[in-house]
């Protein structure tokens, strides 16, 4: 069977999330670090904005069944190595390997080369399939399957840009104390309310940059709700679950501290 097609990909992504060391059909044994049908966009998106020197991933290649790409963090870039699936075990050049597990043990001690420009790569860390970053691993994959008919310049945009989110939150008024629904969206590092979906131009565009916390907030007579710390002012903001809340909070968390580290 096709490891790339919809419904074996769905078998794996279901037994992953249980076990997330590897899962094994009659053809493939998945690591951890297995990606699936990520594109080489989106693989560069994640492992440049999460990944560090020497994070490593495993993707499905678009040459066929049993052909995958290795996709490795050098530094500030990202390369791309061809791994095929045979009988016998692994093919990576002239190297076979029984099993991925010994292809990983031999490049963690051996430097792969990074072909043009000589780099020595050496692999330290997977990069798992289940990431901890709040939905970033999501939003890369829609934000990339939304743009495939862009450029690739567009593509491989500022990899914060791919931690979008967006979605009605009922917001507290700062002079008349009343709570209204409002439309927000969340890209780069923008936090935009609309008086509704519809509308193209935002009511206001909060700058993250300036935003010093985001933390769940009980000092309001309603459920699900959190604060934004600004210097002039903390907005109080309400999701419909707390699992909504908890995402918008996680996503922003995860953009502050991207702020900070550019600091």
Request: charged share 25%; glycine share 4%; with cysteine.
């Amino acid at each position: 069977s096709d490891p790339r097609s919809t419904s074996s990909e769905h078998a794996h992504e279901k037994v992953h999330t249980q076990n997330v060391d590897t899962h094994c059909s009659a053809t493939f044994c998945a690591p951890r670090w297995y990606h699936f049908d990520l594109s080489r966009h989106a693989a560069e998106a994640l492992l440049l904005s999460n990944g560090k020197d020497g994070s490593y991933l495993l993707r499905n290649s678009h040459e066929g069944s049993g052909s995958f790409a290795l996709s490795v963090r050098a530094k500030d870039s990202v390369k791309h190595f061809h791994v095929t699936r045979k009988s016998s075990g692994y093919a990576f050049g002239f190297n076979e390997f029984a099993s991925l597990q010994d292809f990983v043990s031999h490049f963690a001690n051996q430097p792969l080369l990074g072909s043009e420009t000589g780099t020595l790569i050496v692999l330290k860390c997977p990069y798992p399939w289940r990431v901890e970053e709040p939905s970033i691993y999501e939003s890369v994959r829609v934000h990339t399957a939304m743009q495939t008919g862009r450029t690739e310049s567009d593509l491989v945009a500022n990899a914060p840009s791919f931690g979008t989110k967006e979605g009605y939150l009922v917001k507290l008024g700062a002079v008349v104390k009343n709570w209204k629904q409002r439309w927000f969206t969340l890209n780069r590092n923008e936090l935009k309310y609309f008086k509704d979906k519809m509308f193209d131009e935002p009511i206001r565009t909060l700058d993250l940059t300036a935003c010093s916390a985001v933390q769940f907030d009980y000092s309001k007579d309603r459920v699900n709700c959190f604060c934004l710390v600004f210097p002039e002012r903390t907005f109080y903001l309400c999701a419909k679950s707390g699992v909504e809340a908890d995402e918008w909070i996680k996503i922003i968390r995860w953009k502050l501290s991207h702020i900070r580290k550019e600091r």
